[in-house]
Antibody, heavy 120, light 107 residues
Framework: QVELVQSGAAVAMPGASVKVSCKASGYSFSSNFMHWLRQAPGQGLEWMGLINIIAGSTTYAQQFQGRLTVTRDTSTSTVYMELGRLGFNDTAVYYC?????????????WGQGALVTVSS | DVQMTQSPSTLSASVGDSVTITCRASESIGTWLVWYQQKIGKVPKLLIYRASTLESGVPSRFSGSGSGTQFTLTISSLQPDDFATYYCQQYLNYPLTFGGGTKVEIK
């Protein structure tokens, strides 16, 4: 069965970076784009960006350009999301989510989420 | 960016009721719209894609309609398991954007 397992909760200082991992299993890793989204406490969903697993190419939402880096390791079927220059409003649950049919840009499987808390 | 606006933000209903949630796009998105259900503390669940196609395993009491800029999600005969927050999302272009959510609560 498809499973996306994310790394655990993290606390980071303002101005620092955080890196979250997402290990995929149960399907052909290269067949589907992987997306990253986040959800601030009590708020809605926000799409951050995606990675084409085969090509390694990425597309990011404009608001994260320059401080978001998504990478993948095909040898371990793992995708990484690194967000830099953290501010307090980056406190959120960060999700990886699999593209439902490969490249359609909606999501059928989600990681369990990783709470990132930005605190001084 | 395509702005997605959902209404209402909160909806109170009883078991057995039929409820309708509306999602409006700031520009035409054809039928490139999905609906998700999210329960507290859980990840979103895909309900409907291409505006009206039911995802496998989703009960038939859920239905979606619309095209262009106006879309609806209808739940006929609300069940206890349906009390949750519902989000629409457009996938016509990047950035992918979501509505603000509609919380369906028990009356």
């Amino acid at each position: 069965q498809v499973e996306l397992v994310q790394s655990g909760a993290a606390v980071a200082m303002p101005g620092a970076s955080v890196k979250v991992s997402c290990k995929a299993s149960g399907y052909s890793f290269s067949s589907n784009f992987m997306h990253w989204l986040r959800q601030a406490p009590g708020q809605g969903l926000e799409w951050m960006g995606l990675i084409n697993i085969i090509a390694g190419s990425t597309t990011y939402a404009q608001q994260f350009q320059g401080r978001l880096t998504v990478t993948r390791d095909t040898s371990t079927s793992t995708v990484y999301m690194e967000l830099g220059r953290l501010g307090f409003n980056d406190t959120a649950v960060y999700y990886c989510a699999r593209d439902a049919v490969g490249t359609v840009d909606y999501f059928d499987y989600w990681g369990q989420g990783a709470l990132v808390t930005v605190s001084s | 960016d395509v702005q997605m606006t959902q209404s209402p933000s909160t909806l109170s209903a009883s078991v057995g009721d039929s409820v309708t949630i509306t999602c409006r796009a700031s520009e035409s998105i054809g039928t490139w719209l999905v609906w998700y259900q999210q329960k507290i503390g859980k990840v979103p669940k895909l309900l409907i894609y291409r505006a009206s196609t039911l995802e496998s395993g989703v009960p038939s009491r859920f239905s979606g309609s619309g095209s262009g800029t106006q879309f609806t999600l209808t739940i006929s005969s609300l069940q206890p398991d349906d009390f949750a927050t519902y989000y629409c999302q457009q996938y016509l272009n990047y950035p992918l954007t979501f509505g603000g959510g509609t919380k369906v609560e028990i009356k």
